[in-house]
Structure formats: C-alpha cells, structure tokens
C-alpha cells in the first residue's frame, strides 16, 4: 500500500497535478489544507481545511480508511500551542489511526510518537526551515512502514 502526503501549497496546482501523474496507484492522496482551492480542484485528495482555506469548504479534521489502515488528517492550527504533536497523537490514538497527519508549520516532521507515526510533509509552497518545498510518500509492506521526503522541484 502507498499513499501521498502533502501540504500548504497555497494555491498552486501545478505540484498536485504532477503528483498525481506520477503516483497514479497510490491508494490514496492526503491535503493537510492551506490549498486555498475550491472542492473541484482538489479531487481526489482527502483534505482538510487549513487557516488560509475558505471557512467551512472542508472538515476541520478527517479520519481516512485506506486499505484498512485509519489516518488521522488535520491542518494544525487548532491544535493545542506548546503541545501540538503531543495533542495531534492524542487525537489519533483517540480514533485508533496508524498515522496522524498534519500541516501548517511549513517544517517536514516524521517521527514514531507513542505509537502513531507523525506526518508533516512541508509545504509545497515553501519550508520555514530553509529546506526545499516537500512531500512524503508513504509506504506499508507487511507491516513495515517506510516514508520518504520528496522534493517539489524533481516532479
């Protein structure tokens, strides 16, 4: 099973298009917001608003089934200040998710946190770090589960 994770891309298409192109067996493509598009634009992707999103065009927080394996979605800004990724696994364990899933930090995240793997992809707009705009792509065979930095210049 693959599936994509991206973020903050703040209008742009051209990254998502290309994303698409270039995974089109992935099982499932995760926004974790700030797209700043219309519903329309964003299919197929599971996305959730961010704090630069229309207000109501998208949930909050979504919880995805992708073979099985549930995935905790949200944007980031309303997690708790000081305490985000200890709140963002305490809202994936509450659900039972494998992966929690977040943006708004423009900052690329993976790490095993209590047993939940923690997912920032970036921005694919631009990283506050300094690094290069990014994505991750996930994989799990037989159990093991292996996530990839991406960079948006080689799409």
Known sequence: MEFI???D?????FEMEAILK?????LGFIHCGDNELSTSQMKPFHAVTGNNDPYGLYPEELVVNLGGTLIYVTHGHTLKYGN????LVER????NCTFACTGH???????EIDGVRVINPGSLFYNRDG?????AHVSMVDGNIKVTRLLAEDL
Do not use: F, Q
């Open 5 to 7: 994770v991206l973020s």
């Open 9 to 13: 891309n703040h209008g742009s298409t």
């Open 22 to 26: 270039k995974y089109p067996h992935a």
């Open 84 to 87: 985000r990724v200890k709140d």
């Open 92 to 95: 994936a364990k509450k659900r």
């Open 105 to 111: 930090t423009h900052v690329y995240m993976d790490e």
């Open 131 to 135: 690094s290069k705009p990014s994505y």
